[in-house]
C-alpha cells in the first residue's frame, strides 16, 4: 500500500530501527516507548488490522506470534513476562492501519493498571 507508513518501514523508504527480520514479519522499537521494551512486529503484507490479519488462512497470524516471542526472548523479557498488544479499530486507539503487535516489557505490568 503506497501511502501505508509501515509498508514504507518494510520497503525501507522510511526509517527504523529493526531488531527482527524474518520472511514474513519484521520487528522495530516503537518511536514512542511506553516500557524499556517496546517492539512493534508486523507482517511485511498489508493487512489493516487483527480481524483483516486473521481472515488469511496462511499461517501468517501464527508467525506474527511466533516473531512477538522471539523479540521478548531476544529482548531479555520473556522470563520477566511480556504483554502483547493489538490495538484494533479507532475506538482502540489504533493509528496506523497496519496490522502490529505491541510487545511490551521491562517494567511492571498489572493488570488491570492502577
Ligand atoms: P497504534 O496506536 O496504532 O496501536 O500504534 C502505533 C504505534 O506506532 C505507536 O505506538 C507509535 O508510537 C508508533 N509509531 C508511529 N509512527 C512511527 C514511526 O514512524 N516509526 C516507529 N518506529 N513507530 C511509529
Ligand atoms: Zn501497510
Known amino acids: 500500500m503506497s501511502d501505508c507508513l509501515f509498508c514504507k518501514i518494510v520497503a525501507?523508504?522510511?526509517?527504523?530501527?529493526?531488531?527482527?527480520?524474518?520472511?514474513?514479519?519484521?520487528?522495530?522499537?516503537d518511536v514512542n516507548p511506553q516500557a524499556p521494551t517496546h517492539v512493534l512486529v508486523i507482517p511485511k503484507a498489508h493487512h489493516e488490522n487483527a480481524a483483516a490479519l486473521a481472515a488469511v488462512d496462511d499461517g501468517l497470524a501464527d508467525d506474527l506470534l511466533t516473531t512477538c516471542h522471539a523479540v521478548a526472548v531476544q529482548e531479555g523479557v520473556a522470563g520477566?513476562?511480556?504483554?502483547?498488544?493489538?490495538?484494533?479499530?479507532?475506538?482502540?486507539?489504533?493509528?496506523?492501519?497496519?496490522?502490529?503487535?505491541?510487545?511490551?516489557g521491562g517494567r511492571s505490568l498489572a493488570w488491570p493498571p492502577g
Do not use: C
Open 12 to 29: 525501507k523508504e522510511v526509517p527504523a530501527d529493526v531488531v527482527m527480520d524474518t520472511a514474513r514479519t519484521l520487528a522495530f522499537r
Open 80 to 104: 520477566s513476562g511480556y504483554r502483547v498488544v493489538l490495538n484494533t479499530g479507532p475506538g482502540a486507539g489504533q493509528t496506523v492501519f497496519h496490522v502490529h503487535a505491541h510487545v511490551i
